[in-house]
Every structure is written in C-alpha cells, then in structure tokens.
C-alpha cells in the first residue's frame, strides 16, 4: 500500500512538472523529459565526431569534439586516435581563446591516446622495472592541442584500476610557462554508479581517474607509470606490479564560455530567467524546480527558517499553526517525523503525505528543518542539457548524505566555479560515460550551493557519488582537494545549511544514523544493512581517501551545525 501511496505521489508531482513546463515549451518536456534513453549503437572509434547527448553516444567512442573547424594537422590526429596509434600525434594548432566560435558553443573534449614511453636518461621520478615499458610506463610527450582547463585520464575497463602514478604538467595558454608536474588523484573507482543499476551497465562507463583543474592551458605533458610491487628482480630493477589498464587516454576538457553568463554566483540581486530561449532538454531540466523558482530561473532563491517551516507545514495539509516539539509532552526529538515518500508541492520541494504527529499525543508537531539556502541551478552554472541522459532516475527518500570533495585542487577562484563544475559534468559524462554528473549538489570555496545531478533539488534523485550506496541517499562534493589542506569554514558551513534543509524535507535528524542496504563494494558485501551516520564521509562507505582528511575531521561540526539548524 506504502508503495502504491508513493507511486502516487511521483504521478502527482510528474503532472505538475509537466504542466508547468508545457505552458512555456508544449513540445519539449512532453518528449523529453520522460524519454527513455536509446539502446546503444554499435560501437566506433570515431572520435572527432560532434558532441551528442549520451543517450545518443555509442558505447564505447570517446570523441574528440573541436570548438573550430579542424586544421589538416588535427584531421590527421584524428585518423590517428581513431587507429589506436601508439606514436604521438603532430602538435596541433592552438585556437584562439576569444574567438566567437569558442564563445558560442558550450565546451570540447580532447581525448589523445597515451603511448609506451621510456623515461629520460637520469630521470629518477620514474624508476626502471623489470617489465615491458609499454606494461609499466605510457604517456605523451609535450605537444600543443587546443584550449582546455581540465585534465583526467581514462581507460577501458571500469572494474580495472590504475595501480599507479599519474602526473601531467601543462603550459598555460598564450605563454611559454609550464607547470610543475603535478599528481592526478588516481583513487576515483569508488565515485560510480551501483553494481548492477543500468547507468553502470550500460556499456558506455569507462574507468576514469579523479579530474584536475588547470586552468586556461593549450599545451599538455602527461605521464604514467605503474607501481612496483616492492620487490627486487635478479638485475636489481624493481618487479613491477599490475600492468596499466589498457585504452589508456588523456582528457582534455575545455568548459566553453557561457554566452548568456550571469554575474558570478556569489554577486547579490535577483536571479532571474535569462533571456534566451531554453532548450528541450533545458525545459526539462528547470521544469523539476518549477515549484522553487521560475522556469529558467539562474538560482532557487533562500527561505529563512520561518518562510521555510511554515511552507513545509503547509505542503502537509495543516491549516491550524504547528506546535513546537518541547511543548509536546513526550515527544521524541530526536525522532523523524515525516514518513519517507517523496512528492512535490510548496516552495520548499519534496515531502511526503507526513505523518508528522507527536504519537504520544495525537497532535501535530513544529517540523525539524533548516532554511533553505540558495542554489545556483544547472541553468545558473551553464550546464549543457544535450549531454546528459534525457530522463530523470529517482531513489525512494533521502536518509543520509556522504560528502566528498572533488579532488581537482584548491587553484581556483570561486568566479571560476560555474567553469570548474561545467568540465567536471564533461569529464563524468563525456569521459567516464556516466548519465549525468555523479553529485547531487557541489559546494565551492565560498560556500555557494550548485545543483548537481539534474531532477530537481528538492526530490531524491539518484546519484553516483559513493559506490554501493547511491540508494537513499544524496552525494555533496566540496570543489577541491583536502587532504593536506583545510576546507574553508564557508564551505563547511554551506554544507551544515544544505543538508539541514535537504534531510529535513525527509525528516533525518543530522546528528543520528540511519541503516542502508548496501550495493556492494570494498567494505561492505552486496544486500547488507549497514549503519552510517546520517551525514557520513564517503569513506565511511568504501575504502577511499575521499573526501580527505582535513574535510573529514570537520564532519562532526557540520553534524551539530546542521542539526542546530533544524532546531534540534
């Protein structure tokens, strides 16, 4: 009955967003936002095709997406990536950074791939091993390409890992300066899709390391070598360890230009609906928050706490004023109150029909929620709607939230976040064959909230942050690195604000733990009911480093912060 109860309620909210959407753009949501997506086509090594949304890609091409017509230089690139070949391509002629053509078209990925290398004479960064250069050591050497901001590597096989080092070192654009050589995280396995959910077996995930931020660059340097297992051979090089993964590419992802940018995320005014029309895909994807904030809206505005409780009072069909809890004798606080069904109505998003009376008394009790903060939309940080999957994929509820941080490096300013997080949706996409970008929500140095995976907000979208436990569940990514270096309070206040908003429309407390079934994965078998806190680092999920352990250690104060707000 629960279930049917539920269903229900995704039918109701799938109404309203549908005919809110179809008031301004009749054909597109009708089609696109409940479309299913295509089966795949059969497989290409075409790679300099133009970008198509993903339910469109075949299943394993990686193209090489120009943001100008190509040179003869870079046709032969492409005849080359296409072949597999293993020599390295000619330079390619950089474009030009402020060209129109750059500026009307929303990103590009070059995907290059890595060939065996032999490290220089006296170079002791990467030492010899009794293997094959081409089993132990691959790379590219320093060659132009065309503008880009974002570097990964990637592989085919998602289930092999990449046990060993990866370093890129790049020049920036329009000058003779090159980088250091610096580290890609290589530990992203664990930020997937669930075992055995469609989005993982579709035929298009690829394994992929963490991406790293850059910034504006048109040259590239890219080595990798693999581990030594720490024993010595009889000539004394190292025994090397597992081979590299095969198909191993560079990812070189330019962010494109926002043609209608707004003012950065953290100017004050009204975010209004841009001026330009939306897209089919773009309808869709706004029409979800239509309950929050027009359609085509750059931010879903702020509540304040009271704003907040009495339209979430209201979604629950109340018309006499909520009691406090500590007027209720008995009452538990710590206890949920709402039932976990997701549906839509109000300003504040998704509640269930709750069942938010005291049970000791019968009467109805004041909600435990924190104000919502505001949100930059996917509008907001120019996400390109073609790209993703065109349908929209829900879980039940929201019990916990795993927070993680990005690990693509602290060298950003937070004007430059809508770019950072537009490469990493590329990068998810594109690279790693993913839906969708894996984050429910991303959290820059400055503490402004961007939504994530496209579905609305406020519903219990399902994401592929923390492998094995997508389900129930919601993934926050801080924009950095945080292992060595400390979060910005701003941030981890931003996330005490989005989670004390986001877990009270389901009704979890912060500060408890809650149980999720788990998926499968390296700490927990597949169908065991674990208990986590109900706001958890992905670590406490999957052997991971992530989210570091500087941004971990700052948990426990979100936890109280969080529950603070919710008047707990």
């Not at 390295?88 to 402020?98: D, F, K, M, T, V």
């Not at 706004?286 to 085509?296: E, F, I, Y």
């Not at 927070?403 to 950072?420: D, E, F, L, M």
């Not at 939504?451 to 569940?473: D, Y």
Request: contains cysteine; charged residues 20%.
């Amino acid at each position: 009955m629960s279930r049917i109860r539920g269903m229900r309620g995704y039918l109701a909210s799938s109404i309203a967003v549908t005919c809110a959407a179809a008031l301004a753009f009749p054909l597109a949501l009708s089609t696109d936002a409940a479309a299913a997506p295509p089966a795949a086509e059969s497989p290409t090594t075409d790679r300099a095709t133009p970008d198509r949304p993903a339910s469109d890609r075949t299943a394993r091409a990686r193209p090489e997406t120009p943001s100008t017509s190509k040179t003869p230089a870079e046709k032969a690139t492409s005849a080359e990536a296409a072949a597999g070949a293993a020599a390295p391509a000619p330079a390619l002629a950089p474009a030009s950074a402020g060209s129109a053509t750059d500026r009307s078209i929303p990103g590009s990925t070059q995907s290059l791939p890595l060939a065996p290398l032999t490290p220089p004479s006296g170079d002791r960064t990467l030492p010899p091993t009794s293997a094959p250069a081409s089993a132990t050591t691959q790379g590219l050497p320093r060659r132009d390409v065309r503008h880009f901001s974002l570097v990964g590597v990637v592989w085919d096989n998602p289930d092999a890992e990449l046990q060993g080092r990866v370093q890129v070192r790049t020049r920036a654009s329009g000058t003779a300066k090159w980088s250091v050589w610096q580290d890609v995280d290589t530990h992203n396995h664990e930020h997937a899709a669930d075992p055995d959910t469609a989005e993982r077996t579709s035929g298009r995930v690829r394994g992929a390391t963490a991406p790293l931020w850059v910034g504006d660059s048109d040259g590239v340097e890219v080595r990798v070598q693999a581990e030594a297992d720490g024993r010595p051979s009889t000539d004394g090089r190292a025994v090397a360890g597992d081979p590299l993964p095969a198909g191993l590419h560079i990812e070189l992802v330019d962010p494109g230009v926002d043609p209608a940018a707004e003012p950065p995320p953290q100017a004050s005014g009204v975010d209004t609906p841009r001026g330009n029309a939306l897209s089919p895909e773009a309808a869709a994807s706004s029409a979800v928050n239509a309950d929050l904030a027009p359609l085509g809206a750059t931010a879903i505005p702020a509540l304040s706490q009271k704003q907040t409780e009495a339209d979430l009072v209201a979604t629950r069909g109340e018309t006499a004023e909520a009691a406090s809890p500590k007027d209720k004798p008995g009452g538990a606080k710590d206890k949920p109150v709402v039932k976990e069904k997701p549906g839509t109505t109000g300003k504040t998003g998704t509640i269930g029909n709750a069942d938010a009376a005291d049970p000791a008394t019968g009467q109805r009790v004041k909600p435990y929620i924190g104000a919502r903060p505001r949100i930059v939309t996917r509008r907001g940080w120019g996400a390109d709607e073609t790209l993703r999957e065109r349908n929209f994929s829900y879980t039940k509820t929201v019990k916990a939230a795993f927070v993680h941080h990005t690990a693509s490096g602290n060298n950003y300013r937070c004007a430059q976040a809508p770019s950072v997080i537009r490469s990493i949706y590329r990068y998810h996409v594109k690279s790693s064959g993913w839906r969708d970008i894996g984050y429910n929500f991303l959290i820059d140095k400055c503490g402004n909230i961007y939504e994530g995976r496209a579905g609305g907000v406020a519903k219990p979208v399902m994401g592929a942050h923390t492998l094995g436990f997508n389900t129930n569940s919601m993934g926050i990514a801080v924009l950095g690195s945080f292992g060595t270096a400390n979060p910005p309070a701003a941030a981890v206040k931003a996330i005490s604000k989005l989670t004390a908003w986001k877990l009270g429309l389901f009704g979890a407390n912060p500060k408890g733990k809650t149980y999720l079934k788990s998926g499968g994965g390296n700490l927990y078998r597949k169908g065991k009911n674990v208990r986590l806190n109900v706001i958890s680092g992905h670590r406490d999920g999957f052997a991971t480093e992530c989210p570091g352990g500087r941004l971990y250690a700052k948990l426990g104060t979100a936890r109280a912060t969080s529950a603070r707000y919710q008047g707990r």
